[in-house]
Nanobody, 127 residues
Framework: VQLQESGPGLVKPSQTLSLTCTVS????????????WTWIRQPPGKGLEWMGA???????YYSPSLKSRTSIFRDNSKNQITLQLRFVAPEDTAVYYC??????????????????WGQGTQVTVSS
């Protein structure tokens, strides 16, 4: 299974950021086991931040600090996970990662804890 994040690269303040994680080599809707797809980000010079996750059941989980601005969706036909972050500001500048795990890892940011980890996509918020 491979994860590939993609997005606009540059977003203006107050806009909505939309990032896509394309999953290849496996289905995001497998019913064999519960599975969780998680978004994590790392601002420049700072540590990793857990943003949110979506389960194969469709249930979503969000960081309390980002919950009011964040939504995570699935596109089953495209095997993609989408992250939307509304009303972005310069402090949302970061590398955004998509990851996968068989357990719900609330708040966990260590890559080694996840089964799959994308290469990340850089997002800059600037006018």
């Amino acid at each position: 299974v491979q994860l590939q994040e993609s997005g606009p690269g540059l977003v203006k303040p107050s806009q909505t950021l939309s990032l896509t994680c394309t999953v290849s080599g496996g289905s995001i809707t497998t019913n064999l086991l519960p599975y969780y797809w998680t978004w994590i980000r790392q601002p420049p010079g700072k540590g990793l931040e857990w943003m949110g996750a979506i389960a194969t059941s469709g249930s979503t989980y969000y960081s309390p600090s980002l919950k009011s601005r964040t939504s995570i969706f699935r596109d089953n036909s495209k095997n993609q996970i989408t992250l939307q972050l509304r009303f972005v500001a310069p402090e949302d500048t970061a590398v955004y990662y998509c990851s996968g795990s068989t357990q719900l890892l609330l708040g966990v940011t260590e890559a080694a804890s996840y089964d799959y980890w994308g290469q990340g996509t850089q997002v800059t918020v600037s006018s």
